[in-house]
């Protein structure tokens, strides 16, 4: 099935080649890039603000050819121009450009005596008289200036948000991980992937406009702490991750302004049977038939329960067989927990979802289900936690009925009580 895909991916792909480059939004193509002059005068935040509300940065240069574009573009209506770089100090090593890839090392056109930071950290464009094509300090705030923004060259399609080569679709309207990807596959796409800091900031941008949920799937899955894939096939070549988050659950959610708990644009993961809004992803040129068939996709990695298995040392994950998907009638698991020394072991389930009254699991203060027990728990519960009193506490899954609930998923680690 995986295969399948692959193919269909190339064979779209190798057709989306095939047509020239196009710019969208009114931009120009210049070398390459799409370009467009914005000859009222703003600050640079607030030029970077505008060529945002497309998913545009503000102009990279990073060779002659680039740098000798941007005066064509300006002809002469514009001598001052704001470009995409920042300069943390007087160097241009320390100079960074907009696009978040390098610093303005390998290729800088500073005026003589820039930069300097004492006038400004950002830069701008000269593009006449005796410094035409040097770049010179300004400041961030005071100065206003033209600007010009930038995109990638894209393909011809007559999608609404065609960016880079791809159309993507926003759905407001939430749907759980499976069936968000097979809506995709019905549009011969697949749940975003993303595989740069430009489009991660396109897709937030939009996102922050077309969806009103907090969180948006995108086609990241996330199985163990260091494994990620995208639904689609591509390599994991870019990774925005919120650096505050540890490894959760497996699939992986873009955040937009409208969360307060992760800045926009971070990536998170939840647990896959929730609902959430989402975004598709298809190359350009792609003729999907009316009925496309759904292949049916199975988008979580295999994800180790732990079932069954021998001592488990804290810290670590336990959930029930195939979670997220939902675990498969007559399960019958032990976990035998246990931590160091003189260490308690706290159990806290995160996820727990069960088919009441039928499925069980039960948590023992000790090794054995003769040891006391701490709790037995069936149905739907939020987030709970459990201390045990020695080093050691037994789990056991076990479930009656036919057909399988979501699951649940736990963390153990191991605990102090203060003393
Ligand atoms: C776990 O062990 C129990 C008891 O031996 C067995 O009935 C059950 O099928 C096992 N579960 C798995 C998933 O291997």
Not at 13 to 24: E, V
Request: hydrophobic share 35%.
């Amino acid at each position: 099935m995986l295969k399948e895909l692959i193919f269909l991916t190339l064979l779209q792909y190798s057709r989306s080649l095939l047509s020239d480059p196009i710019c969208t939004n009114g931009y120009t193509l210049v070398n390459n890039k799409c370009l467009k002059l914005f000859i009222d005068k703003v600050t640079y935040k607030n030029a970077e603000r505008n060529c945002m509300d497309v998913g545009a940065t503000l102009v990279t240069v990073k060779n002659a050819i680039d740098n000798h574009a941007i005066s064509t573009v300006a002809g002469s209506s514009a001598n001052t121009i704001w470009m995409g770089l920042f300069c943390l100090d007087s160097d241009p090593s320390k100079c960074l450009w907009d696009d978040s890839t390098v610093s303005a090392e390998l290729y800088s056109n500073f005026a003589p005596g820039f930069p300097h930071v004492d006038v400004g950290k950002c830069v701008y464009y000269s593009s006449q008289g005796a410094l035409t094509g040097k770049w010179i300090s300004g400041d961030c705030d005071m100065d206003k200036l033209a600007y010009i923004c930038e995109l990638p060259y894209t393909h011809a399609d007559d999608c609404q948000y065609n960016y880079n080569g791809h159309c993507y679709s926003f759905y407001d309207a939430p749907l759980p991980f499976t069936q968000a990807q097979e809506k995709c596959e019905k549009e011969c796409g697949n749940l975003a992937s993303i595989h740069s800091p430009n489009e991660n900031r396109y897709l937030a941008t939009l996102s922050n406009r077309l969806i009103s949920g907090y969180n948006i799937y995108i086609g990241g899955m996330w199985p163990l702490p260091n494994v990620f894939n995208w639904i689609d096939g591509s390599q994991w070549s870019y990774n925005n991750i919120d650096p505050s988050y540890s490894h959760g659950p497996n699939c992986m959610t873009i955040s937009n302004s409208k969360s307060s708990s992760v800045a926009s644009g971070f990536w998170f993961s939840m647990n896959c049977y929730q609902a959430n809004a989402f975004i598709c992803k298809t190359p350009t040129g792609t003729k999907c038939p009316a009925n496309q068939p759904v292949v049916q996709v199975t988008p979580v990695p295999y994800n180790p329960s732990f079932c069954n298995n021998s001592i488990l040392l804290a810290p670590g994950v336990i959930s029930s067989p195939d979670f997220p998907l939902p675990y498969s009638g007559f399960q019958s698991c032990t976990y035998q927990l246990s931590t160091l020394g003189s260490f308690n072991i706290l159990l806290r389930f995160s996820d727990f979802q069960l088919e009441s009254g039928k499925d069980f699991v039960k948590v023992y203060d000790g090794s054995s289900e003769n040891s006391k027990l701490l709790g037995s728990f069936t149905g739907q519960e939020d987030a709970f936690a459990l201390v045990s009193s020695g080093n050691t506490m037994l789990v056991t899954f076990k479930t009656g009925s036919t057909k399988g609930s979501a699951g649940f998923s736990a963390r153990y680690t191991p605990y102090s009580f203060s003393r």
